[in-house]
């Protein structure tokens, strides 16, 4: 990529707003994906009875069983929520950068 | 029995199934089993060679021209991922453990929304085959083309000896094979995929594992729920019966924070630095697709660990105290309920309660295709660090032509091939449970944080990358050898001279700190000009403007 066209792009409001609105929601989720498996872990690791409590009195199903399951979901919802984003916001403003830096 | 389940469990840690280890024993012949897998390998053979067809450029054979979509190569991660010793091991904790069996999934799973967030579309942007042309982007090629290639190929390494030998064992178990037989069958095959059909074959062999092995899965634990009118109350009650109340709640699986938390590091930056893995990437057109590979491959994948629950707990029901699946020689001497062939059996039994004598071959046959589908993966990915970063950037320095590298490339992997054939009859009878877990954190200390950094940080520099790198690298493999798995499990001293078993904790902290201190240390004139060349990588791997396209077939 030449200098001169490292500056436009650089420049260009539309590519400041994508990096900058894609940083923070990509780190965003990260932190919230971070947050709900090393939550799940510690609370294992700290409090081990606490998901064999059973869901209600009499039943055999545990909290941990919900959990659990709710922690494989929230990861592929995070990774779908992240894509439709991306798919439609951000592509749509990548697609104008780059027929801008073209010189269109 | 006892002997792989301790395996799995105790000593060897949380990565043993996916090791397989242990003594099995061979089982008659399986003909139902031989025939469907007869079917699959001519299947793949023929995809192998409408692929060599396709095959003409060192582009196609790398990365399938680039032309593989997001939901194929989405199946193809999951196919990647989902080995047969994952599955078979999984289920075996499950059906040994209960809820453990999901704490182990779920570790597996999470790496991959933060692979997205973080590293697939920058990664399809700036790079072409793989990871190691990232890596070295604005950097010196020769030093760090060199360390990127000797981290991939010692993580292929261990990752192959570990599925060759669990090859051979559960052909053994399954068809009834000599292991010697299973572990050269399974290498030649092999060669021929990748040698033939490169990156297009692989893929598809993967896209027809990943489906075969989904659908499979999908119809047992179908059919367990249905016995239980698709009420998971009833299913956990009745288990819960014939073991006991423990297997509703957390085990002894993760037992102290730091473990914990080290363990969640290597698996997460590990798979984000797995190279058979972020070689993936490189097969599909853009960032869009890119992304959308990791939707789906999440989505399989996440389903996948849900299924296995089921059929883990599928089989407390309907195999263990099964007279018919009961181990009674075993039974005599140690007492309580071996299951025939051991814990690992535990999937395979199931699907002949649920399915009968043709289901069983079914789902044999699919596990047998599954570790083909995986060697197939891991020797692309060894044999292309070979061609492509040690032969045509650092030995050529970039004038070979495409040809040439691609020759290099088959080479590489028949030569790949023969070393895991040997290596799997040579660590037949080893315990080789440390070696994924090994593989895991050299990927997650020496591969992943380079990779990162050089997205990342604009301050990175040849000589923190290359001095952290190796730092990382060292890290992690000497405190395996010091730690539980190897100074104890296999070199038989009392007590290991480092506590815990998986040091990626400290050996990413320490290549992330080793990488930072020697790049901003350094005032050299090279590294100034790497600094600067920061921006220009940067705009590329946020639009992916310059960035390689897709050939059409």
Redesign the interface.
Known sequence: MKQEMVDRIKNDPDYIHLVSVRSRFAWTLTIIMLVIYFGFVLVIAFDPTYLGTPLSAGSVTTIGIPVGVGVILSAFILTGIYVRRANGEFDELTRRIKDKAKGN | MKQILFLLLGSAGIFASEALTGAVEKQPLNMSAIIMFVIFVGATLGITYWAAKRTKTAKDFYTAGGGITGFQNGMAIAGDYMSAASFLGISALVYGKG?DG??Y???F??G???I???VA?RLRNLGKYTFADVASYRLRQTPIRTLAAFGSITTVILYLIAQMVGAGKLIQLLFGLDYEIAVVLVGVLMILYVTFGGMLATTWVQIIKAFLLLAGATFMAIAVMAHYNFN??SL??TA?QMKD??I???GKL????IS??S??VAL?FGTAGLPHILMRFFTVSD??EA??S??YA??FI?YF??LTFIIGFGAIVMVFQNPQYLDLAKQAVDGGYPILGGDNMAAIHLSHAVGGDFFLGFISAVAFATILAVVSGLTLAGASAISHDLYASVIRKGKSDGLMEMKVSKVATVVLGIVAIFLGITFEDQNIAFMVGLAFAIAASANFPILFLSMYWSKLTTRGALIGGSLGLLTAAVLVVLGPTVWVDVLKHADPIFPYKYPALFSVSMAFIGIWFFSITDNSESAKQEKEAF??QY??S?????AEGAVEH
């Open positions: 809820y999901l704490i999934s779920i570790g799973l999470v991959w929304p933060i997205l967030f973080m579309e998971f109350e956990f009650a819960v109340v423990s509703m709640a957390p993760v037992s102290d924070p914990a938390i363990l969640g997460m960032a869009k992304r959308k990791v939707f999440t989505g996440g660990y849900i921006e220009a705009i590329r946020q639009t992916g403007i310059g």
